[in-house]
């Protein structure tokens, strides 16, 4: 990750996240392990499920109130949640280091073009390491703002030669990622099915905008599937990507009003501005560190 | 029908409905044979429905701009009307009359409650007719409203001696319903699924409340499917009953927030608004003749 | 406060609510004190609020994971937020024990009955102490309910002896209410401007429901309002009530779209759904201690 | 207005708007005008407006179903609007035609952004004449897009030689637009205010974005006002310019939750989802004819 040069001292915080068997005090602990080393707590949020019995809990701490870096701060925090016990997942980030993110598109731009405008204007803080494309048709408009595009094709699911180049095709799209690290891939309306060992790779970091409410219409052409339901609304959704279609765990949904004077192509158009707002949301919420994945639910703190 | 006596004549309108395979003319031939009776249009929709090739109209008159009353309206629109065609369905109806609904419940009373009071304020104008309930809870709350309660119980469904007990209060609740002959029959959370005779004696009229945004968990509790699939709004729908069960015509359907800190027990004490809202939407469109029915999809000129 | 008698001893909670000037440590103070009595946190919010420099909590904590009961919490409770300083506020409840209401109407029934409903179901768990009406149309239905209707006439504003029997309606109107120490007082469509002294005494439990998205349409007739201005989406707003009309701290609003084919008349009809919602919530938000007040703003930990 | 390339013929369509003192038999005569030259209507809107006695109509015919072209049409509608006296209003238009549309934009990119981004993907199907901007730093991207950027920068007001500079200000970018003779002319968070010569000069096709649910919040920082006063939903509003400041005839409002954990900061930065939104939507409506200004409100057939 790379400094954000414009978040001044006094304005950097730093972001604890845990998740762990619920029991008395783990509040207590958290907050006391904060206070004693004069930690000012400007936003807290904690989930204690009955269902799961599973607690978690996201603060967020002035950088100058602590007398450490966030290095240290995550020894310290790391030796406070290995009291926990062993199933104890955190993290700790630091809001002056900007976070890397890898968009992945096809041919249809209206997410692309949302997040690039969110980047250009600061709305988004993140460091835009690449698109890479399944088409090069976007290509200008991702180079126009400053970012490197990569053209990778991917022919369509088949036998043979076809099967090969697909792979292939993966293998190249893996490298280009990973040599970026992201902490965000984001499937804006990439239209290929990433492969077990690429959701494995990317598990918690890999998310997709679905256009539909899920689970309602799973899979292909969901508007066509919406259209001819009859229903009245129309709903996007923001998942993480897993191995099985479309059942990951939901970050966000939105839905828009359609009626009977809507025709399929009415209903892409008008798709579009709940898709770009609910993927702009899941992002911006995933980016800082306000969804915690348990099982296939989120607990998002917003 | 009952006449509405608080409707004076300068603010009763006829309500012309019609639905035909689309053509050119069809406004021109409707709007002349109204513009030469002297009629003045208050309200008017229109949809061409490009996939199915159909034509809607929905128009309201002022029914003091006629010199004739509505049966002779609706005799000389019949013939206006059988111009375009054997498949065209229409229909006339005169909004100082009162039209009649019959209400079917069971133990859950928040849509009872709010149709109740929307009867109660003048907003739903309405004459309720009776409330059959499954269980005798309600009842009070019915006759103090001054309307007629019937309860008919439903033993669950079996085989032998149960399944004839099953028959037999299906055949009771017809009974009681069909002495009405009422506009609409409202499963306001009966809980209890329709033999096919039943549908098919009140397709058009029945409708139901789905606590769900169909076609998203269909069948039994809903609720708990939402949450297990930890979903981020729930919705409900309301539809006309077909055979088919929860698949029949969408009339409405809204949908409420709700995130990872509530129970099934609080999305099933948030959902109720959604219903309660869904249902008396969907109900008063029905009965202003705002929804047109053609094959499984619904056309509502709102 | 009667006790709840269907709230079982395992699923009571106590809810501890403070408000204070901002500093490190509180958090880590009260979490310490919960924690080392034992005590299982099941919701907690916090709110630290940069511009007034203040700080806000709502804890829920299980009952029986406490030694003691709600009288000794509050005892130790309250030496705990004595050292946040003088200003401190801070509540302590028992969800065992139901909250007292009283409700005050005109004629317009809309809000009466959806709360009469709501408590009915169970669904909103107070108790209905009384409704005060500013006309007897709506005694029957609250008679139904089994709760006690007190008719109050209040003359038109004026002078001389006018303004003597309004001042006196405002007296009957207190003691009426205050004879029940309710912890909620609702204008539910009162249609009266509550006298100085009255605001002054109920304050912070006198909550209005205003029928605009304030601070839009004050005062009178604000669905005229809204419609010569030709807005797209009518509002309602709940807001405690202070002796500044339509000016208090603003508990929740909520908006529905309008076009330009309603007329006031349906803008009236459909207003109320918001109107009833609206009111709804932010009195259960108020009845579970969600609602902290600061200065003009509220605090709502939902 | 340049030719659509990409709209095949059987795409293509007309549209009718008409607006004049209400009558009966307008919708007949303009239905049988249609219809006796064979036209088929694929979307029709009526509003009859009681409170003004005034007609409001638009229709969408298939342009090969007529046996004329758009200036014939033009002619023949021209007469009969004729009929219905000397206040009608009326308009066609050829949807094979693309309309030009001119931003003018300041230093907030948001909206810029989102438009450019619908018309790339050819969502917004307009000819983007050019960009002018108060300040230059959005020149660069709106020159990727292949779009002409002027930079006119406006001294803030001031007396002397301060008001001339922005007197010739206004001039030149009069100039710059009125060399297109755009259908609208799009003011994306311009931040200067219209002389009232402009504002006559561009009525009913300057199109202005306003960051508050208007009318609440009128002028300057709407977010900072409604901050202040805690309101839970902040909102946009896009109306037409008049010289009358944030007073001018709304196209289209939305609204999005706010609590009290957001910023004035936060306020902003969500805002602008709305407003993005708010403003595509409305800037749409008016480019498809759907928008009918009477007086001081506007007719939206959507």
Same mark, same amino acid.
């Given at each position: 990750?790379?400094? &954000?040069?414009?978040?001044?001292?006094?304005?950097?915080?730093?972001?604890?996240?845990?998740?762990?068997?619920?029991?008395?005090?783990? @509040?207590? !602990?958290?907050?006391?392990?904060?206070?004693?080393?004069?930690?000012?707590?400007?936003?807290?949020?904690?989930?204690?499920?009955?269902?799961?019995?599973?607690?978690?809990?996201?603060?967020? @701490?002035?950088?100058?109130?602590? $007398?450490?870096?966030?290095?240290?701060?995550?020894?310290?925090?790391?030796?406070?949640?290995?009291?926990?016990?062993?199933?104890?997942?955190?993290?700790?980030?630091?809001?002056?280091? !900007?976070?890397?993110?890898?968009?992945?598109?096809?041919?249809?731009?209206?997410?692309?073009?949302?997040?690039?405008?969110?980047?250009?204007?600061?709305?988004?803080?993140?460091?835009?390491?690449?698109?890479?494309?399944?088409?090069?048709?976007?290509?200008?408009?991702?180079?126009?703002?400053?970012?490197? *595009?990569?053209?990778?094709?991917?022919?369509? $699911?088949?036998?043979?030669?076809?099967?090969?180049?697909?792979?292939?095709?993966?293998?190249?799209?893996?490298?280009?990622?990973?040599?970026?690290?992201?902490?965000? &891939?984001?499937?804006?309306?990439?239209?290929?099915?990433?492969?077990?060992?690429?959701?494995? +790779?990317? +598990?918690?970091?890999?998310?997709?905008?679905?256009?539909? *409410?899920?689970?309602?219409? &799973?899979?292909?052409?969901?508007?066509?599937?919406?259209?001819?339901?009859?229903?009245?609304?129309?709903?996007?959704?923001?998942?993480?990507?897993?191995?099985?279609?479309?059942?990951?765990?939901?970050?966000?949904?939105?839905?828009? !009003?359609?009626?009977?004077?809507?025709?399929? +192509?009415?209903?892409?158009? !008008?798709?579009?501005?709940?898709?770009?707002?609910?993927?702009?949301?899941?992002?911006?919420?995933?980016?800082?560190?306000? &969804?915690?994945?348990?099982?296939?639910?989120?607990?998002?703190?917003?």
């Amino acid at each position: 990750m790379a400094p &954000v040069p414009d978040v001044p001292r006094d304005e950097r915080h730093f972001v604890l996240t845990l998740s762990c068997p619920d029991t008395t005090g783990i @509040v207590a !602990r958290i907050a006391g392990f904060l206070a004693d080393a004069g930690g000012w707590i400007v936003e807290a949020g904690y989930h204690s499920d009955p269902a799961t019995g599973w607690f978690f809990t996201r603060q967020v @701490v002035r950088a100058e109130s602590l $007398p450490f870096a966030v290095d240290e701060l995550r020894e310290r925090f790391g030796q406070v949640a290995a009291g926990f016990g062993a199933e104890t997942q955190w993290q700790v980030t630091d809001t002056g280091e !900007r976070k890397g993110v890898v968009l992945l598109v096809t041919a249809e731009g209206h997410c692309l073009h949302d997040l690039l405008g969110r980047v250009a204007t600061g709305e988004l803080p993140v460091r835009l390491d690449a698109v890479v494309g399944n088409q090069d048709g976007l290509g200008d408009i991702v180079r126009a703002h400053g970012v490197p *595009f990569h053209h990778v094709p991917f022919p369509p $699911p088949g036998n043979g030669r076809r099967h090969g180049a697909r792979t292939a095709a993966f293998a190249d799209l893996r490298e280009l990622v990973d040599a970026h690290d992201p902490e965000a &891939v984001v499937l804006a309306r990439f239209m290929q099915i990433l492969p077990p060992e690429l959701c494995r +790779a990317w +598990a918690g970091r890999a998310i997709n905008i679905h256009h539909s *409410f899920l689970p309602s219409f &799973v899979g292909a052409r969901p508007y066509h599937q919406a259209h001819a339901r009859g229903v009245k609304l129309i709903g996007a959704t923001c998942h993480y990507v897993t191995a099985d279609l479309d059942a990951g765990p939901i970050i966000e949904q939105d839905v828009i !009003r359609v009626d009977h004077g809507d025709t399929v +192509a009415d209903m892409v158009r !008008r798709g579009r501005d709940i898709e770009r707002l609910v993927l702009a949301r899941g992002l911006r919420w995933h980016l800082e560190d306000r &969804v915690l994945v348990h099982g296939n639910k989120t607990v998002v703190f917003r």
